[in-house]
């Protein structure tokens, strides 16, 4: 079955960075947009950055954009976050998720949650001084 797990959360102070990734099973998913979303405590899920399997397309949200690179590593089937800059709002569990098309997505930014069908367990990131 499908599987995406999540690893590389932790505790960081700001102006920090942390790699999340995301390891991919199951399936191929080579037509696949992958995301990352996030939730912080009391707060919704927040759509964070995503990216085009077939083709690497990245799309992030405007908090993030700059500071946050997504990539796909075809070889082991993995999602990668890098975190550069860390801020406090920037705490919270971050979800892997995948999914076939079609894809409803405004240009490379794919922020709906009905465009993924699988999500992994999240990784807790947690950014305080």
């Known amino acids: 079955q499908v599987q995406l797990v999540e ?12 790699r999340l990734s995301c390891a991919a ?11 990352w979303f996030r939730q ?4 919704e899920s927040e759509f964070v950055a995503s990216i085009f399997w ?3 397309l990245a799309g992030y949200s405007d908090s993030v954009r700059g500071r946050f690179t997504i990539s796909r590593d075809n070889a082991d089937n993995t999602v990668s976050l890098q975190m550069n800059i860390l801020t406090p709002e920037d705490t919270g569990v971050y979800y892997c998720a995948a999914g076939r098309p079609p894809h409803y997505c405004e240009g490379t930014q794919c922020k ?7 999500w992994g367990h999240g990784t ?3 950014v305080s001084s």
Do not use: I
């Open 25 to 35: 099973s199951g399936r191929t998913f080579s037509s696949d947009v992958m995301g």
């Open 124 to 126: 807790q990131v947690t």
């Open 112 to 118: 709906l949650r009905s465009n993924y069908d699988y």
């Open 40 to 43: 912080a405590p009391g707060k």
């Open 54 to 56: 077939n083709n690497g």
């Open 7 to 18: 690893s590389g959360g932790g505790s960081v102070r700001p102006g920090g960075s942390l």
